[in-house]
């Protein structure tokens, strides 16, 4: 069977997977995200920061050195982020959280667009925008409000009580994740029993190592992605579609046949 004809199987095959998961778990990056209008900017090298040859505006010996550099060539960016909205497949991933399908969701996105379409359980492995921490005196302060200022006056964003320079708590390239939340990722990875990959062409890097560890424990995995990956010969089901497309078809499966 073709791509094409075999797809109502396979995205029954996804959804009784799901429905007879103990632990299910999501992991995405930033294929899930393009419908919503953010490019994936691994390719002029950003990944958001991953992988890639990252501008050293980019990097984070760049913010170091020039933090104005950096906020100067973050602002297009930004601002594309900050404007676009969740699309179905954010919604879906959410849906099947509130149903107590998916236990938990790992994502090498830090655009917070998970969270705003409802999912709850979100660890981000690569960083986020929620908030913002000083370099100087380390104090955290809330992301959007301090970010939507900047996009309108272009000032690079100051700590109120030190006024030292506020760093986005997304990893830039170069700098090491977080070991905490890398821990956390690892444990879901260990424990769950079905992994749904989502918009990743899992390039490497130790993020894209949990849909590994997850199959090597035993997961079965699921993955739709519209470019084959490193694992698609150890998934049981792979459909390479439009995630926007695909997800919310296997949740309205999963509620047909529920
Ligand atoms: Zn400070």
Redesign the pocket.
């Known amino acids: 069977m073709d791509e094409i004809t075999d797809l109502p199987h396979k995205i029954k095959s996804a959804a009784a997977s799901l429905a007879r998961s103990q632990y299910a778990i999501a992991f995405t990056g930033a294929g899930i995200s393009t419908p919503s209008g953010i490019p994936d900017f691994r390719s002029p090298g950003v990944g958001l920061w991953a992988h890639g040859e990252p501008p050293r505006a980019g990097t984070i010996q760049g913010f170091a050195a020039d933090p104005e550099g950096f906020y100067e060539w973050f602002h297009p960016l930004l601002k594309r982020i900050l404007s676009a909205e969740p699309n179905p497949g954010h919604r879906a991933l959410a849906t099947l959280e509130a149903e107590g399908i998916l236990k938990a969701l790992i994502t090498q996105n830090a655009d917070l667009l998970h969270q705003r379409a409802g999912s709850r359980s979100v660890i981000e492995v690569h960083g986020t925008l929620a908030h913002l921490t000083?370099i100087?005196?380390y104090?955290i302060a809330p992301g959007p409000p301090i970010l939507k200022r900047f996009l309108r006056d272009r000032e690079v964003p100051r700590?109120q009580?030190?006024g030292?320079v506020m760093k986005p708590n997304v990893i830039l390239a170069g700098e090491q994740l977080v070991s905490g939340v890398m821990t956390e990722a690892r444990r879901l990875a260990q424990e769950c029993d079905v992994i749904l990959v989502a918009g990743t062409s899992l390039p490497g890097g130790p993020a894209s190592e949990l849909p590994e560890i997850a199959v090597e424990k035993g997961a079965r995995l699921i993955i739709i992605n519209r470019t084959p990956t490193p694992l698609d010969q150890e998934a049981e089901v792979i459909i390479h579609g439009d995630v926007a497309e695909v997800l919310p078809a296997i949740v309205n499966e999963l509620q047909r046949s529920a």
Do not use: L, M
């Open positions: 000083c100087r005196c104090c700590c009580s030190c030292g």
